[in-house]
């Protein structure tokens, strides 16, 4: 079996508000959409993030913009004014949804 990276299909952006990091993930196209749509589930971003964050992680749907966004909690180390992270705010933590391997159709 085959794979594709979630960054072949979309791409990425995160932040913060907390200790709790947003990433969202928007497609390129409808196919994009419909692959992230279908693999790209909860339990499979708690597992990329999981040496980060203890979770747990809510999936929401945007279908207007072929969009998933992912709520991560407790996953900055206690947020902007107590982690010692160099990126205390997440802005980068949307790197690592775009390195899921996601299964081919």
Do not use: C
Not at 58 to 86: C, D, M, Q, W
């Amino acid at each position: 079996m085959t794979s594709t990276r979630v960054h072949d299909l979309a791409h990425a952006r995160s932040g913060d508000k907390g200790n709790t990091s947003n990433v969202a993930v928007i497609a390129y196209d409808d196919a994009g959409w419909q692959r992230i749509r279908q693999h790209l589930t909860a339990e499979r971003v708690m597992a990329a993030y999981a040496h980060l964050a203890q979770g747990p992680v809510t999936r929401y749907e945007v279908p207007n913009l072929r969009a998933l966004n992912f709520v991560i909690e407790k996953a900055l180390a206690g947020g902007v004014t107590r982690s010692l992270r160099l990126d205390p705010h997440g802005k980068t933590l949307s790197a690592i949804v775009l390195g899921i391997e996601l299964p081919d159709d």
